[in-house]
């Protein structure tokens, strides 16, 4: 299966949500779904970021865009998780991680220094037409809920124009600037 890029088709999925409901993202066709992908319910990283787009709810609302979190942890967990922390955004169990590799969000990563198999943090945008719009891969918790609002609001640049930075051209390297020669002490004349 190839990398999901901007432009893919999101891949569908139905899963059981916290409080039991089930979503689907076939269901939420014709919206703005953000989906983030995070390893483990009530551990610090994820608890920011889980945090982060709770505090951001009504702001995400407002724009129209539906928010959900997924992880594999169970149903019962997250429920804990929601209660503890008073978290708002539905939160999605892919116990078999099915979703996430899907998606392309379960593999090999660092972690304290070695590596380990795991939910590589990432969130996706999926548009109203069912494609991407947008792909954070490796998602640093600072700032992040932050930047996808700017990038959702009305008049802002569209997503598919800030997906993937280019990676830029290197530096042309500037030609080593020669060192004057050393001025040698002048000699002493005999007298």
Do not use: I
Not at 38 to 63: I, N, V, W
Request: charged share 25%.
């Amino acid at each position: 299966m190839s990398e999901l890029v901007v432009g893919s088709d999101a891949p569908g999925f139905e899963l059981e949500r916290d409080g039991g409901e089930r979503v689907s993202l076939a269901a939420l066709k014709g919206k703005t779904v953000v989906l983030f992908f995070y390893p483990k319910d009530s551990t610090p990283g994820c608890t920011l970021e889980a945090r982060g787009f709770s505090a951001a709810a009504a702001q995400f609302a407002k724009a129209g865009v539906t928010v959900l979190g997924l992880s594999r942890d169970s149903v019962a967990s997250h429920c804990r998780f929601r209660d503890k922390f008073d978290l708002t955004v539905p939160l999605l169990s892919d116990p078999d991680l099915a979703v996430h590799r899907a998606y392309g969000v379960w593999g090999e990563k660092m972690m304290y220094g070695r590596k380990v198999e795991g939910t590589v943090r990432s969130t996706f945008v999926v548009g109203p037409d069912g494609r991407l719009t947008h792909v954070f891969r490796g998602v640093r918790v600072d700032g992040h809920v932050n930047a996808l609002l700017a990038a959702l609001a009305p008049g802002s640049t569209p997503l598919a124009a800030l997906a993937e930075p280019a990676a830029k051209a290197p530096a042309a390297k500037k030609p080593a600037a020669k060192k004057p020669a050393a001025k040698k002490p002048a000699a002493k004349k005999s007298s």
